[in-house]
């Protein structure tokens, strides 16, 4: 009871010497929050990517199987086969529980303004084993049967609320499918809750409905047309429970043998020569590489709290100068050192419990807005929030820097001299800071100061490539539209007279410039296909994508070498080929590009084409790192309708109208996609345009932060000597020889942290160059300019109080001692 009295007393105490400082505590509030907001922020992140167990069945046992098929001398990896996924999925024995999935996009025809979605084709399984919470109904039977199609279907809690009005009889309901299989119509059979999140290795986690992988029909029920073994999808993987006791490399040896009973189905089919199962750990696979950004991200936020750290600690012992009057009353009336180190601990305990407090609240609404920016750009995100963990590691940092301030403050008091300090009225109370105290304090803020300024720019660097890349094609003004008509039964002659009909309408259509057959390449997914020379050697993957005659005109791509596609070769007639300059360099390395001309190669369906033309690299901000600007091109035949349309300036087009406008051509055409590709464009360099303005906020904060600190342990040091400097100048000193001085006691410390920061950057980058490339840009002439404008900062924190010091006047002190 007289420890809890005692302690309630001296809480009061500790307040009131805080009250009494209001610019202090406002300082020291204002400078940790803000920081340590953005640090709870980042280890949200880490947390969930490292601490927090992902909501799925059993992450431990769960794995996630690919395959990598090799061609010849060239091997790839990542894509799958509908053939062996399948026949892992039905034989494997190491499973216990196991599941497909596939991405795709369907049109709902019988919904008002037949919306175009993104779905999954899943087993029945993936409900259960990845925890989907439904607000109705429920998943897919368990009894799974790809001999027999399920026209099961479950949507999102956002498509019933888009779509449904919420309508709580909407189980039963049908959705059909523009142009599916089965009579295209299917069974609402449930709605996933919201705050489900799907998984992110798949399309980025961007679904709306869920459909059986029976429902599937680029596999499956599809009389017309059955996949190829070189027909090979990014998004198709199986997802298998490991059964106890079996490990990884049981099961790659498993599935192994299990592939190679029907090799004489894929050997040498399309130039296959290996096919090898990859196997990766569930939360390996839905995180990729992202947790690299995320410790990237928390070195940015420690680097951010060391010099905010090293700042409280300036004004902490400019508290401490403050306070020696105060300590030593206490200690002439038998005040201890314990019970003073209690009072100054229990004053930084407070402050820390404040900004601390503060900070939690600002990071809730920046875990929020973090959650618009990374929505469907990163994966777990819905999973961020400041719940247990967070709390903890934030209590664990409050005690942890309460003591560190308090003890810097204690240690500038001399206990000891207290009592006569008290009868010279407290002159003297707390002893100057060391000279070496300060040059530690300024050298360890320039070092830490420079080193995330330059990893900075070096990740700014990288982002600022990306976007000022040149694209290889124009995006202002034009649109991609694909139309197709269900069941449509004319043959490819007679699908292009219609499209050249529809190209007329469209063209001669108020405010459209021009219209040319084929799709854009600007898309966030991308297509990939293989080529095979005469004698079998196969390539790696090239994107590719299908265009007319006339698109290369229309978006300003260049034909190096050779001619655009004839008209036979969109007809069907005679098989073309163009590749991008890289693609060239590919083939034939020991050859100019335009020598590429008139060679064969097999392609698509194993027919042979001919390389007709020689365009641009097509740098794709997103898959650049990957494809290096290689491309290529295919004729695009008219099995269905696709058109890239320029308007006139200031025209916006939707994909209403052009279903409007060819409606009187053709009622019966469906519109399968519609973009504005600017605003594509822009979508795909989101990411880098947010980091270009996440990186520069945190160069010009730590800058900030840097001088401010530097500033301030000169000018407190100054403060101290102010008595010193006033001798000096009486004694003859020139504004010169303490300039000198300075130089000496300040940027020596400077200089020497920011050669120690250098060493480092350079180091540390050349050391993991490789693993880094994808993050980070040298770009010297950025890096030069940032360490230059770096150090001039710094040079001017140095300066500015001495420089304030003798405006001051200095002398005038010596009247007053």
């Known amino acids: 009871m007289i420890n809890l009295v005692k302690l309630k007393s001296q809480c009061r105490l500790a307040w009131a010497m805080l009250k009494s400082a209001p610019g202090f505590v406002a300082a020291v509030v204002a400078t940790l929050s803000l920081t340590l907001a953005c640090l709870f922020v980042v280890l949200s992140l880490v947390n969930s990517y490292f601490l927090k167990p992902l909501d799925v069945f059993d992450e431990t046992r769960m794995l996630v199987v690919e395959q990598q098929t090799t061609y010849q001398d060239n091997s790839s990896s990542g894509f799958q086969s509908y053939q062996s996924i399948v026949h892992w999925l039905k034989h494997s024995q190491s499973f216990e529980r196991a599941f497909m999935i596939n991405a795709a996009e369907q049109v709902f025809d019988n919904l008002e303004g037949q919306p175009k979605e993104d779905v999954l084709y899943v087993g029945a399984e993936y409900f259960s084993l990845l925890n ?70 798949i399309a980025s986690g961007s679904v709306e409905v869920w459909f059986p992988t029976s429902a599937d029909a680029r596999f499956f ?105 105060t300590l030593a009353l206490q200690a002439v009336l038998g005040a201890k050192r314990q019970t003073l180190f209690q009072s100054l601990f229990l004053q930084s305990l407070m402050l820390m419990v404040i900004s601390i407090g503060v900070a939690l609240f600002v990071s809730v609404w920046g875990i929020r807005l973090f959650k618009v920016l990374a ?73 830490v100061a420079a080193i995330l300024v330059s990893f900075s720019m070096m ?16 995006t ?105 300059v890289s693609v060239a360099k590919w083939l034939q390395p020991d050859l100019e590009y335009h020598q590429i001309i008139g060679k064969n190669y097999k392609g698509l369906e194993e027919k042979v084409f001919e ?57 019966h055409l469906t519109l399968w996609q519609f973009r504005d590709l600017a605003q594509e464009y822009d979508n795909l360099l989101y990411m880098s345009h947010l980091t270009v303005a996440l990186c520069g906020t945190l160069a010009v904060f730590t800058l900030l932060l840097a001088a401010i600190g530097i500033f301030g342990v000169l000018s407190y040091n100054l403060g101290l000597r102010r008595y010193e400097f006033g001798i000096r100048m ?58 230059l404008i770096t150090l001039t900062i710094a040079l001017i924190a140095c300066f500015r109080p001495l420089l304030i010091l003798i405006k001051a006047k200095p002398m005038a002190s010596l009247r007053s001692e």
């Not at 209590?395 to 560190?404: F, Q, R």
């Open 132 to 201: 989907t919470p439904f607000v109705l109904g429920q998943g897919f039977a368990l009894a799974e049967n790809f001999e027999e199609l399920d026209n099961s279907v479950v949507i999102s809690e956002r498509f019933w609320q888009t779509h449904f009005n919420r309508d709580p009889d909407v189980l039963g309901q049908t959705l059909h499918v523009a142009g599916g299989i089965g009579g295209s119509s299917h069974t609402i059979v449930g709605v996933v809750a919201e705050q489900f999140s799907p998984s992110y290795m």
């Open 221 to 325: 029920h599809n009389e017309d047309w059955q996949s190829p073994w070189t027909n090979t999808f990014r998004n198709l993987k199986l997802i298998g429970v490991l059964k106890p006791g079996v490990n990884e490399t049981q099961v790659r040896e498993e599935l192994k043998s299990q592939i190679d009973t029907i090799k004489p189905e894929w050997l040498n089919n399309g130039g296959i020569s290996d096919i090898q199962p990859v196997t990766t750990s569930y939360r390996e696979a839905e995180l990729g590489n992202n947790d690299e950004l995320s410790l990237m991200m928390l070195a940015g936020a420690l680097g951010l709290l060391t010099i905010a750290v090293l700042n409280v600690s300036t004004l902490f012992f400019s508290r401490a100068l403050a306070q020696h009057k």
């Open 375 to 447: 929505q469907g750009r990163l994966p777990l995100v819905n999973s961020l929030t400041v719940d247990g963990t967070l709390v903890m590691m934030a209590i664990g940092l409050c005690l942890l820097l309460a003591y560190v301030f308090a003890l810097i403050t204690a240690r500038l008091v001399n206990y000891q001299a207290l009592n006569s300090q008290m009868q010279r009225s407290g002159k003297g109370g707390v002893s100057q800071v060391s000279g070496r105290t300060v040059k530690v304090l300024i050298a360890s803020q320039m070092c």
């Open 459 to 474: 990740v700014l660097g990288k982002s600022i490539e990306t976007i000022n890349r040149p694209l290889g094609s124009k």
């Open 476 to 580: 202002d003004n034009l649109y991609f539209a694909q139309l197709f008509q269900a069941n449509n039964q004319a043959t490819l002659a007679e699908r292009y007279d219609n499209i050249k009909h529809y190209q007329s309408v469209l063209q001669n259509s108020p405010g459209i410039k021009r219209v040319a057959l084929g799709q854009s390449p600007v898309t966030a997914r991308q297509n990939a296909n293989t080529i095979t020379d005469m004698e079998g050697n196969s390539s790696i993957f090239f994107p590719s994508q299908w265009v007319g005659p006339d698109y290369f005109d229309l978006v300003g791509s260049n034909i190096l070498a050779g001619r655009t596609f004839s008209e036979q070769a969109i007809r069907g007639e005679v098989n073309e080929l163009l590749v991008s």
């Open 611 to 667: 390389i007709v033309g020689v365009t641009d690299d097509f740098n794709h901000p997103k898959f650049h790192d990957e494809s290096f600007g290689r491309h290529i091109w295919w004729p695009s035949q008219p099995w269905s309708y696709m058109f890239v349309i320029e308007t006139d300036d200031n025209v916006q087009l939707t994909g209403k109208q052009v279903l409007s406008l060819l409606f009187e051509a053709n009622s």
């Open 730 to 787: 009486a004694l003859g000193a020139k504004k010169s020889r303490l300039i000198r001085l300075m130089s000496k006691e300040a940027v020596v410390p400077v200089l020497l942290g920011f050669s120690v920061a250098i060493v480092m950057v350079l180091s540390g980058y050349y050391a993991y160059k490789a693993q880094l490339s994808h993050w980070l840009l040298m770009e010297w002439k950025v890096q030069m300019t940032a360490w």
